[in-house]
């Protein structure tokens, strides 16, 4: 068995004549929380959505959790943890009754289903608000909540796209709180985020700048190498070094 969560040689995904993701190889080990940064519109949702098995790739190979994307999506669907962009909880249902939805999607029945939200309401915090009308709730317990959907079946592997976009300082520890004590307990975690202070609480972060992996590696390590105070100026630099990059009002699309 593979000791990487998620490996991809060259995936690539063009929609007509734009390629959006270009030749990209990811290595994440087990365990690891790996961050995906890039500007709007540089391929990560595109690259998730191949990882998650819902996109089929244009070329290039890839595994997630030992699966193949493009000959086993359904096995990857069925054992990941995913959080669109969007997320999606029914508003007008209870905390209570939207865990109880995804429940049954997951396949939990009885005691074992009953269990398993209690300890995710307790994980999340949510514990007094189980009656609460999700729609009420401000956006960091929405999005705990819907993380909580997303972990009901004790998946391996989380993927969450930007699932703090929007939301204030402190709910967005607390997140990152439960994200850090998951991969402590061996979930393996790709996140993409504009936060740079969450990008600093990942083992590895990539940099996506339309389609292309500009530079990859250990936060701390890139800012060192780099000779920069933090990864806002690092990844400023290495967009103003692109030939069409929106700092010079360059062109945004690779055709
Ligand atoms: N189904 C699609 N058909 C055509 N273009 C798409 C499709 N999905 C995404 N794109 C384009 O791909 C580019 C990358 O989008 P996306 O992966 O959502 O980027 P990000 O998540 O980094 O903001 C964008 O230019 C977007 O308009
Ligand atoms: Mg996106």
Redesign the pocket.
């Known amino acids: 068995m593979s000791e990487l969560a998620i490996h991809t040689e060259k995936l690539t995904k063009q929609?007509?004549n734009?390629l959006?993701v270009n030749e990209v190889d990811l290595k994440i080990p087990k365990g690891h929380i790996y961050g995906f940064l890039?500007?709007?519109?540089?391929?990560?949702?595109?690259?998730i959505r191949m990882l998650c098995g819902v996109l089929e790739p244009t070329s290039g190979k890839g595994t997630v959790l030992g699966y193949d994307v493009k000959a086993e999506p359904e096995r990857i669907k069925q054992k990941i943890g995913y959080m669109s962009?969007k997320f999606s909880l029914y508003e007008e249902l209870t905390v209570k009754e939207n865990l109880e939805f995804y429940s049954g999607i997951y396949g939990l029945k009885g005691q074992e289903s009953k269990d398993r939200q209690n300890e995710l309401i307790e994980l999340a915090g949510l514990v007094g608000r189980e009656e609460q009308c999700s729609g009420s709730l401000s956006g960091g317990w929405k999005q705990r909540l819907a993380l909580c959907c997303a972990l009901l079946h004790r998946p391996e592997l989380l993927i969450l796209?930007e699932p703090t976009a929007g939301v204030d300082p402190v709910s967005r520890r607390i997140f990152w709180d439960i994200i850090t004590q998951l991969a402590k307990e061996g979930v393996t975690v790709l996140v993409?985020t504009h936060y740079m202070d969450e990008a600093e609480l990942c083992n590895e972060i990539g940099f996506?700048f339309f389609g292309n992996i500009l530079i990859k590696g250990q936060p701390e390590e890139l800012i060192k190498a780099h000779h920069v105070q933090n990864l806002d100026d690092l990844f400023i630099n290495l967009v103003e070094q692109q030939d069409h990059n929106p700092l010079k009002g360059g062109s945004l699309?690779y055709v």
């Open positions: 929609f007509g734009v959006v890039g500007p709007n519109g540089s391929g990560k949702s595109t690259m962009q796209d993409t996506i699309t």
